[in-house]
């Protein structure tokens, strides 16, 4: 199976402030890598997919980066909407697997 | 409006067995793929099952093969999560959700449910 690592695990930032995550595969994965956000108590949503392609609707402070094993999600501008808990998933494999997740807060 | 609503969750004993149910509208729903993740109390997401638009083949995270059968009936617009000896360990809620079109793989999931609580206690 391929595993998937973030970090950090949670950061704290203000509103303004650029965010970046890291996302890391245990072996390449291409650009199979999707992100998402989850808000407490609601189902995630879906912001990047291949890596880099912004999904619809999804405001662009938001990016992804990255090929291989090494993966990024930039917030550009935090905003009081994005503080979250953030997801990578890769999907090179049929059987996908999540990354453990990074809390972005105050 | 895509829509996706999970049911059937509740509470089960160790050993015990249970059905989800995911209803869904706002697209065709045999052009797409579908599959259910999960979540325990407090912990990240992981990916129970994926189910290919025509259900010619299912993929299954390796603690729930053999014991969790993904299906769907695509007349009826829905995904189906039968689970068997249930642990302790699944306990979760279960989220349905839609995956790619048929015609592209990004193996993403776009749209999801508001997920089913299943406690195995």
């Known amino acids: 199976d391929i595993q998937m690592t973030q970090s950090p695990a949670s950061l704290s930032a203000s509103v303004g402030d650029r965010v970046t995550i890291t996302c890391r595969a245990s072996?390449?994965?291409?650009?199979?890598l999707n992100w998402y956000q989850q808000k407490p108590g609601k189902a995630p949503k879906l912001l990047i997919y291949l890596a880099s392609s912004l999904k619809s609707g999804v405001p662009s402070r938001f990016s992804g980066s990255g090929s291989g094993t090494d993966f990024t999600l930039t917030i550009s501008s935090l905003q009081p909407e994005d503080f979250a808990t953030y997801y990578c998933q890769q999907s090179f494999s049929n059987v996908f697997t999540f990354g453990p997740g990074t809390k972005v807060d105050v | 409006e895509v829509q996706v609503v999970e049911s059937g969750g509740g509470l089960v004993q160790p050993g015990g067995s249970l059905r989800l149910s995911c209803s869904t509208s706002?697209?065709?729903?045999?052009?797409?793929?579908m599959g259910w993740v999960r979540q325990a109390p407090g912990k990240g997401l992981q990916s129970v099952a994926n189910l290919k638009h025509d259900g010619s083949e299912t993929f299954y995270e390796d603690s729930v093969k053999g014991r969790f059968t993904i299906s769907r009936d695509n007349a009826k617009n829905s995904l189906y999560l039968q689970m068997s000896s249930l642990r302790g360990e699944d306990t979760a809620v279960y989220y349905c959700?839609?995956?790619?079109?048929?015609?592209?793989?990004?193996?993403?999931?776009?749209?999801w449910g508001q997920g089913s609580l299943v406690t195995v206690s």
């Open positions: 959700a839609r995956g790619d079109h048929k015609s592209a793989w990004y193996g993403l999931f776009d749209h």
């Open positions: 072996r390449s994965i291409s650009s199979y």
């Open positions: 706002g697209f065709i729903f045999n052009n797409y793929w």
